[in-house]
Structure formats: structure tokens, C-alpha cells
């Protein structure tokens, strides 16, 4: 049911997923204000392997012929100068000049959610990956460098209760937004995500077959996996910015598998190298930090400037706000 690509934006054969240079973890980001909420998604972009690897390689640049603002031009210097330059400390200067243009929420010296900017910096990513190919129909766009990484599809089945009518339909993601006010570990999250939901009252379905509203059964599940699969845990409880601030456990290792809408099979393995964390009562205040797994394979605590060895342990004990896995 899914509408293949008429054309391949980038060979998803020249993903390196595994980090093609083994070294210390690079220099932390100084806050420039209320920043620490770009610092730290800057910070798990760096370390994110296929990614790193592509903005290394200066592919982008070199073909590059955008006027102005360009968000993989910015990440592609950023990068670099974080993982190759010898500087302690970097200023992500560009980043915040150019705010207006990655989301026109954000303000240099008012304090952001780091999960908006990084859906509106895969966003900006996305259409600089699209800039200067015309008339692209909207399946080739799902396999640019950046979807070819993060995006995923959903698949949405709805069955009408009373003709037993199945709809399905297809939808693309970078990120997943999941319901922690019941569950208490990511696992159970993934669990509620994928099952069954009524839809009655107001929610009623239109079924083409009935050819009128009734009540129906909605069940989303992961159809096609992404290569990296970045996990928000809703921690805003009400629109008031109450927070919910229980801990949530999260795996080191984590099989999509049993929410594929396919079940059967090898296992589908993932592996956590970045989260981040938000410290504060409420989602309106506070501060965001993060810890991130360097190419040489250890992780570290990255706090505006300050950049810390850390254990395993030390990572999945954390009040999580977002989590980061690589296949």
C-alpha cells in the first residue's frame, strides 16, 4: 500500500553506520544565553554515527549551492570543528544567529524544549537535503540522507466493528512521541503505543464500506524500522507545563521487533548512544544536559562546557527525556 520513490535522493548503501575514526569525545558547547536546550541536541546529532560520518566527508558542501541559510552547511561545520578541532570549548555561534530560520519559536536568550528543536533541526536538515531538487514527488522525499537515517514509516490499520472493513494507511517519521503517565518503562510505552484503541463517541470513524461514522478499533505499529530510532517521553502532564517527573527505565538494548507490524522474524537490535535529561519541576524552567557515547566507545556527561567520563550504569538511571538508539 506504500507508493514507491520514483527517484533515489541518496544510496542508502553509502550509509557508514559504524564511526569510521576512533577518538576522544570533542569539546563542549558554552551557553550562549538560555542555550542549553541546542547544546545538548547538537551534542547527540554529533554523535550519531551515520551522521557524523556523512557531515565529516564535506559531501554535502561540496555539492551545495544554496544561497544563505543551509541547516546541514551549519551541522556539517559544527561537526567538524567539534570533533577535529583541539579546542575544550566551542561557540555554536551560527546556530543561534540563525535560530528564526531552524523554528520561528525560538528565541536567542529565551530558554526552549530541547525535543522542539530537535524535530524542527531534522526539519531544516530535511529541506536543506531537498533544496535544489525540483518537483520531488513526496515518496522520494522520505529517502534523503536525513530520512534515510532517522525516518522511519507507521503503519495505521483501522477495522470498522461493524462491517469488519480494513483501512490501512502509511505514515512517515523521524521521531516517536510516547505516553509515559501509565507506564513506567519504555518497554511498556512501546507496548501501549501499538495496541488496539477504540474509536467511538466523537473519535467515531467514517467507514467508506458503511458509508457512514462508526465505532472502529485503531491499532499503529512500526512498519519500516529507521536506521536510527529517537524516542520522546512525553513528560509534560497538562498544557500548564506540569511535569512528569518519575523515572522511566530504559534499556541499554532495545528490540523493535514485537511493535513491527510484522512480528515475525530476526530480532530488530538497537543500541542507546545518547540521551538527554531535563532537571527541573516544571517543563517551562530548568536546564538540559546530556549523556552521549564517543567513537571510542565511552560514554560521557555533557553539560553546556563541561564534558565527563561516566559509566553504563551512571546513563540508564537518569529521568530520560529523550533517547537515541542506533542500529
Given amino acids: 500500500?506504500?507508493?514507491?520513490?520514483?527517484?533515489?535522493?541518496?544510496?542508502?548503501?553509502?550509509?557508514?553506520?559504524?564511526?569510521?575514526?576512533?577518538?576522544?569525545?570533542?569539546?563542549?558547547?558554552?551557553?550562549?544565553?538560555?542555550?542549553?536546550y541546542i547544546n545538548v541536541i547538537l551534542q547527540c546529532l554529533t554523535y550519531t554515527p551515520p551522521l557524523a560520518n556523512y557531515l565529516l566527508s564535506r559531501d554535502h558542501s561540496q555539492?551545495?549551492?544554496?544561497?544563505?541559510?543551509?541547516?546541514?552547511?551549519?551541522?556539517?561545520?559544527?561537526v567538524r570543528k567539534v570533533l577535529c578541532s583541539s579546542a575544550n570549548i566551542i561557540w555554536p555561534r551560527a546556530v543561534v544567529r540563525d535560530l528564526k530560520f531552524i523554528g520561528e519559536e525560538f528565541e536567542p536568550d529565551m530558554a526552549g524544549d530541547a525535543y522542539e528543536f530537535l524535530r524542527c533541526a531534522l526539519?531544516?536538515?530535511?529541506?536543506?537535503?531537498?533544496?535544489?531538487?525540483?518537483?520531488v514527488d513526496t515518496s522520494s522525499q522520505t529517502n534523503t540522507i536525513i530520512h534515510q537515517i532517522f525516518g522511519g514509516f507507521l503503519k495505521s490499520r483501522v477495522i470498522c466493528l461493524r462491517c469488519l472493513a480494513v483501512s490501512d494507511s502509511y505514515k512517515a517519521f523521524l521521531h516517536v512521541l510516547l505516553d509515559i503517565k501509565a507506564p513506567s518503562s519504555l518497554i511498556t510505552a512501546l507496548e501501549d503505543f501499538v495496541k488496539p484503541k477504540k474509536l467511538d463517541g466523537k473519535y467515531c470513524f467514517k467507514c467508506s464500506k458503511c458509508e457512514k461514522?462508526?465505532?472502529a478499533s485503531?491499532?499503529?505499529?512500526v512498519h519500516c524500522v529507521p536506521k536510527v530510532f529517537t524516542v520522546c517521553l512525553e513528560r509534560a502532564a497538562d498544557h500548564t507545563g506540569k511535569k512528569i517527573s518519575k523515572i522511566v527505565e530504559y534499556p541499554e538494548y532495545l528490540d523493535l521487533r514485537p511493535y513491527m507490524s510484522?512480528?515475525?522474524?530476526e530480532p530488530l537490535l538497537y543500541s542507546l548512544y545518547a540521551l538527554v535529561v531535563h532537571s527541573g519541576d516544571t517543563?517551562?524552567?530548568?536546564?538540559f544536559f546530556c549523556y552521549t557515547?564517543?567513537?571510542?566507545?565511552?560514554?560521557?556527561?555533557?553539560?553546556?562546557?563541561?564534558?565527563?567520563?561516566?559509566?553504563?550504569?551512571?546513563?540508564?538511571?537518569?529521568?530520560?527525556?529523550?533517547?537515541?538508539?542506533?542500529?
Fill in 63 to 78: 555539492l551545495c549551492h544554496r544561497q544563505g541559510f543551509c541547516m546541514m552547511c551549519i551541522m556539517e561545520a559544527h
Fill in 283 to 287: 517543563c517551562l524552567d530548568g536546564h
Fill in 218 to 221: 485503531k491499532r499503529v505499529t
Fill in 1 to 36: 500500500g506504500m507508493a514507491l520513490p520514483q527517484r533515489i535522493l541518496f544510496p542508502p548503501e553509502e550509509i557508514c553506520m559504524d564511526w569510521q575514526q576512533r577518538q576522544r569525545p570533542g569539546a563542549g558547547l558554552c551557553n550562549l544565553g538560555s542555550t542549553c
Fill in 213 to 215: 461514522k462508526v465505532t
Fill in 262 to 265: 510484522d512480528t515475525a522474524g
Fill in 293 to 327: 557515547k564517543a567513537s571510542n566507545g565511552l560514554w560521557y556527561k555533557m553539560d553546556d562546557e563541561s564534558v565527563d567520563n561516566c559509566g553504563i550504569h551512571t546513563v540508564l538511571r537518569q529521568q530520560a527525556y529523550l533517547l537515541f538508539y542506533v542500529r
Fill in 123 to 135: 526539519e531544516a536538515m530535511q529541506r536543506a537535503c531537498l533544496s535544489g531538487s525540483r518537483s
